[in-house]
């Protein structure tokens, strides 16, 4: 880290979003195994606005070696929702390394005739008029349900609330009979009587959740939606710099607490190299692109 030391006194970690947002909690939890591995001061930089296109941008633009910035995996769509992007979603950027992987499930209000992905079907496309929710365009929660929709022909239209909170309390309230959530969220709700869980978005049963049936297993062919989050760092940095902070980046995150954290969270630990990163980017792009396309929303 000579070169880098040289030139910063600090990594300058962006958040694109909000305090207390996934990325927000996991860029703090990094923070000190970050600051002792590369030995240069440590700092989040909120700058959230735009759906996260304006820290992103922030990021396009730097010149600075220590720039480095955590997103949601819901930024490969930016350019599907929205025309006025001044950056490159994957090619701005260079690539570090993913750093975990979360499930969502599919809940239903409570008094909702349903127990599994068929019954669910079977009563929703027997009504008319029915809505699911999310908390805006473009999140994981409406992308997900998309994508469910297309796979297993369930009928509901999208309703975007301005926030996560208003809809789950419409959920819990019966005024919207299902939406996608994060399983943690889900799992206290369902502990406490309120919402049903259908089944979980991962390819696979959630390790910490083996009774919660994946969508997949239950007949959606070929559905699995994994809301990932990956560090990514300003443009044209050498490889080396960039391996040096996937390196410190994956040892800090197998910091036990760091584990706790995401354990708590719902998280799942999965790192890997930039290539990867940059393959499963492209993968993603070329995947909501379809579920768009055929859903026929237009950018604003």
Known sequence: MTALRAQQKLIRMVVPLTPGTTPDTIARAIGP????????????????????????????????????????????????????????????????????STSFVLAVHKDIPAKNLHEFGVWANSKQGLFYASPGNGTHHHLFMELLKQSVGVNLEHVAYKGSSPAINDLLGGLIPAMFLPIQIAIAQRDSGRLKIIGGSLRERHPSFPDIPSLQEQGAKNFHADAWYSVWAAPKISLALAEQYRLAVTESLNEPSVKESFAKQGMLLKTGTASELLALTKAESELWSQVVKKTNIKPA
């Open 33 to 100: 195994s970050m600051q002792a591995k590369l030995g240069l001061d440590y700092v989040v930089d909120n700058k959230a606005g735009a759906s996260g296109m304006i820290g992103m941008s922030y990021v396009a633009k730097s010149t600075d070696l220590g720039t480095l910035m955590i997103v949601p995996a819901t930024t490969v769509t930016l350019p599907l929702f929205y025309k006025m992007i001044d950056f490159d979603v994957i090619n701005s950027f260079t690539p570090i390394t993913q750093i975990a």
